[in-house]
């Protein structure tokens, strides 16, 4: 089994945690502490199910995680298209954690 560094799944969650604290800092107070802060959660939570899941033996639990884990990955884009809606970030930087 792969270390979970070296997953590409890990590598893109981890690059998209990055960016997105760089964005947050350039968010206009009221997103920065609500919606910001959220997204950097969501994505830490993900990154702690990639490492969770690359670990059980159950296929079951396995299933059960990666399905929480979609869920948090759907929720993370609908806060970034909420965003790029509201002109918060570009298209280019939604892109780039998308």
Request: hydrophobic letters at 45%; a positive charge.
């Amino acid at each position: 089994m792969a270390r979970y560094e070296h997953l590409k799944i890990y590598k893109d969650s981890y690059d998209a945690l990055i960016v997105l604290n760089k964005l947050v800092v350039k968010f206009p107070k009221n997103f920065k502490y609500s919606m910001g802060q959220k997204m950097i959660d969501l994505n830490m939570e993900i990154l702690k199910l990639i490492y969770k899941i690359n670990n059980l033996s159950s296929p079951a639990l396995r299933v059960f995680n990666l399905s929480k884990m979609l869920s948090k990955i759907s929720e993370l884009e609908l806060y970034l298209r909420v965003l790029k809606d509201l002109n918060v970030i570009s298209i280019k930087e939604y892109s780039m954690v998308a």
